[in-house]
């Protein structure tokens, strides 16, 4: 055996060996795998096998897209066939909101190259004949859909590995991982120590205990799931001795999937009353062994499958495949460099690992071997969650996320397991106000605030929700008079130090400010995508406050750490200080009524510390409403203090609380990006507008600088523009294709409704050439055609008079 390598996968199924290939794929052959039995032994061998593009984060569902093109270079490259069957699949939709969901997807997928296509029931029963389709109002159908030999496809990847130089180290068992001072580990495992450079924590259902081995805890739990294949069934095996192949057939009102295998079918289900595995832990010893059947919890399933597919009720059950899998709290899989952690990474709870499987391994590869993605893998990154987790939040998200695997996703919806979680000191306060709560980054966030009798809950829907008359209401009280809400929903980080002024000027693209005064910047990757929108405030020559998205904040610890230089000192305390925003014509007044301090020459972008009741504060005059207004931050014991202050000086002046709904619309009135929306890694500063924050005559080699010089002198191919669009009862959410002439040219990063306006608003990419005053496009919206016109002018204080004077 190998003792020395560059990078230790731990862990033998499809998402390890796909991890190693991907690495000799870039280059690096000294890799190696340690697999504790042998390949495929967890949850790969008892796996379906099937693999589709659909799902609701384009990123994802575009890397799904190139796992299953992948396939087939496996099988050129090995000679190894993967059991390919590319029979296609259906999603059927017995709802007009569903339907709303496969027609939101099939727009999303005409900008990403995905042939998808809506199709009626009478072409359901064309495509797939088993399906009875009484009460079908349509379908998505994708012709990438397909199923596979899971056995075969891991093996594939390990030879494709090996080809590239890689070892794989089978009947292995890794007993501990320890990390020596230099940032390389000690693999000790039951045939000797490996000396690695790099871990990938690859265990799938083992991966809490071997994150264990390394103090790390990684919120994902295995839960109990069951198909089952049926012997013969005449239908199939007409298609099949007509040459043929069923396709397959995703039924969400019955949680179930269904394919064709052999001349029978294999139908698996994500029942209702589902069952957490090894809640305390995988056993060592388990392995090629299934769980004793368990009808009863699919007992109603069954029932409903009978119906949907009726040749199944004649049918013998020739097996029955009940076998564990592991998830993340919202199903997506945990990648990427571990926070906290030198040279440990993650690739776990990879729940759909023949299609995803591929995805994650190119996405890791390229993370470890090139630093960066090539695109935004947010939604996979293990920093989407915060040091916060634990096994008492992981499970019942978990078990609400298997539920929900065949409900439909609403852009608008909040889900409700394990909620409440972490709240400010002010969530009584808003409650009791009527608040609407969402929740970020696991902490409560007021959506908006509900009156009279009014419900507390907003119905999920692809359109105008019954929040739309409350969000009026709020954004009229910041127009008119003044609004507060909380400035929880930023990240906030503070850096002292001689030489943190350097540090920022390196670490940040724009410029950085001088004592009493603030500045908005990018910060570029050294390819330069954007990886953070921040605000910098300088509270002194050595101390300054970042605020940024509020979610991200493990992802930008990460790089900051990464990153950091001798002489700083970096803190962060987004959950230790909070305060208010007030926002709109009167926000001046209602703060001048609560400090003695004369704020009348407070100039727009001025930071200032001043005592606002009885709470010592800093506080900006700057406002994401894009009104005149201010964020007042105080430490954590002080805020219900500062909120009495403001709100009693502020009940003369109209001063109503308002929520993230109306935010999102006030922001738009200015056209302003929102992180992870306009602003992320999928883009630079330039295609976004906010190149016009990069300081390029600071005398510093900030990080991206090069790839940001680069793109001004050739100038970006796309431009993120406004437009108005002539919508009804819908608007834009993200993603839906920008038409121009009859083809696709872009599409919209977000969207909504202007209240102040009374217009429908959306943000997207069109090229450059294109981006000019007046154009004339369409944007699909749920399967409709709207006429959208190009507009430069914002809706609101276009001069920036109130915002800055």
């Not at 499987?357 to 989407?384: H, I, K, P, S, Y």
């Not at 695997?405 to 409700?416: G, H």
């Amino acid at each position: 055996m190998k003792t020395t390598t560059r990078v230790a996968v731990i862990g033998g199924g499809v998402v390890g060996c796909s991890v190693l290939y991907h690495l000799t794929k870039l280059g690096w052959s000294d890799v190696m795998l340690i697999e504790r039995s042998e390949l495929t032994s967890g949850s790969t061998w008892h796996a379906a096998g099937g693999f589709h593009t659909l799902n609701g984060d384009t990123n994802m569902a575009a890397l799904q897209g190139y796992t299953i093109k992948l396939y087939k270079e496996l099988e050129e490259i090995t000679g190894m066939s993967c059991g390919l069957h590319h029979v296609g699949g259906v999603t059927l939709a017995e709802t007009q909101e569903r339907f709303d969901m496969l027609k939101a997807e099939r727009a999303k997928h005409r900008f990403m190259g995905l042939e998808t296509e809506i199709v009626s029931p009478e072409e359901i029963k064309k495509i797939a004949p088993v399906t009875n389709v009484d009460g079908i109002i349509g379908g998505l159908y994708d012709p990438l859909d397909g199923h596979l030999d899971p056995s075969g496809t891991t093996h594939a990847y390990a030879k494709a590995a090996r080809m590239g130089g890689a070892t794989i180290e089978t009947h292995c068992k890794v007993i501990e991982t320890n990390q020596r001072p230099d940032g390389t580990w000690d693999v000790v495992t039951s045939k000797g120590t490996i000396h690695a450079e790099h871990v990938v924590n690859a265990g799938g259902l083992w991966a809490r205990e071997v994150g264990a081995m390394a103090g790390v805890y990684f919120p994902l739990h295995p839960m109990e799931h069951q198909y089952i294949v049926t012997d013969e069934v005449p239908m199939i095996a007409e298609i099949i001795d007509g040459g043929g192949e069923h396709p397959h057939v995703m039924d969400p009102a019955g949680e179930s999937y269904l394919r064709q295998e052999g001349r029978g079918l294999c139908i698996g289900f994500y029942e209702q009353p589902c069952k957490p595995w090894a809640v305390d832990g995988t056993p060592w010893d388990f392995g090629h062994e299934l769980l004793p059947d368990d009808f009863d919890k699919i007992e109603d399933s069954i029932a409903f499958a009978y119906n949907r597919f009726p040749a199944l009720e004649a049918a013998g059950v020739k097996s029955v495949i009940h076998g564990p899998f592991t998830f993340a709290p919202d199903g997506n899989p945990l990648v990427g460099p571990v926070p906290g952690m030198r040279n440990y990474w993650s690739a776990c709870a990879v729940m759909a690992g023949f299609s995803q499987g591929g995805g994650v391994g190119l996405m890791l590869a390229q993370w470890m071997v090139e630093g960066e993605c090539e695109r935004d893998t947010f939604a996979m990154d293990c920093a989407r969650f915060g040091d916060w987790i634990n096994p008492g939040y992981t499970r019942p998200k978990v078990i609400e996320n298997y539920q929900k695997r065949f409900s439909i996703a609403y852009p608008n919806e909040e889900l409700p397991a394990a909620r409440p979680f972490r709240t400010t000191p002010m969530y009584d306060i808003f409650d009791g106000m009527g608040a609407v709560w969402g929740a970020q980054y696991g902490m409560e966030v007021p959506n908006y605030f509900a009156e009279g009798d009014e419900p507390r809950y907003e119905t999920p829907s692809f359109r105008r929700s019954n929040a739309f008359k409350a969000t009026a209401r709020e954004v009229k009280a910041v127009r008119e008079n003044v609004g507060i809400n909380e400035v929880h929903n930023f990240g906030k980080y503070l850096v002292k130090g001689a030489g943190a002024r350097a540090w920022l000027d390196r670490i940040m693209a724009g410029r950085v400010p001088q004592p009493g005064r603030l500045s908005l910047t990018p910060m570029l990757s050294p390819k330069g995508r954007l990886i953070g929108d921040f605000t910098i405030s300088c509270l002194s020559e050595e101390e300054f406050q970042l605020t940024a998205s509020y979610g991200s904040q493990a992802y930008h610890m990460r790089w900051f750490l990464q990153n950091l230089d001798d002489g700083v000192s970096l803190e962060n305390i987004s959950d230790t200080r909070n305060g208010f925003q007030i926002a709109g014509p009167k926000a001046r007044e209602v703060l001048q009524a609560c400090t003695r301090t004369d704020i009348s020459d407070m100039r727009f972008m001025d930071v200032r510390r001043l005592t606002v009741g009885m709470a010592d504060c800093i506080v900006q005059r700057v406002s994401y409403t894009g009104d005149l207004g201010y964020e007042i931050y105080c430490d954590l014991p002080s805020q219900r203090a500062l909120w009495d202050a403001l709100w009693n000086a502020g009940q003369p002046m109209g001063m109503k609380p308002f929520g993230m709904r109306a935010m999102m619309s006030l922001r738009l009135d200015k056209f302003f990006g929102s992180w992870l929306r306009e602003f992320s890694p999928d883009y630079t500063a330039a295609e976004t507008g906010l190149d016009r924050f990069i300081s390029f005559k600071k005398p510093v080699d900030f990080v991206g600088r090069a790839a940001a010089e680069a793109e001004r002198e050739a100038g970006p191919a796309r431009q993120l523009c406004a437009f108005e669009v002539e919508a009804d009862d819908a608007d834009v959410v993200a993603y839906e294709p920008i038409w121009l002439d009859g083809a696709v040219v872009g599409f919209c990063t977000s969207g909504g409704y202007s209240h102040y306006a009374q217009k429908s608003i959306a943000l997207g990419f069109v090229p450059t050439g294109k981006a000019v005053e007046g154009l004339a496009v369409e944007i699909e919206i749920l399967g409709k055609m709207y006429r959208a016109r190009l507009i430069t002018q914002p809706l609101f204080d276009a001069d920036g008079a109130r915002m800055r004077g």
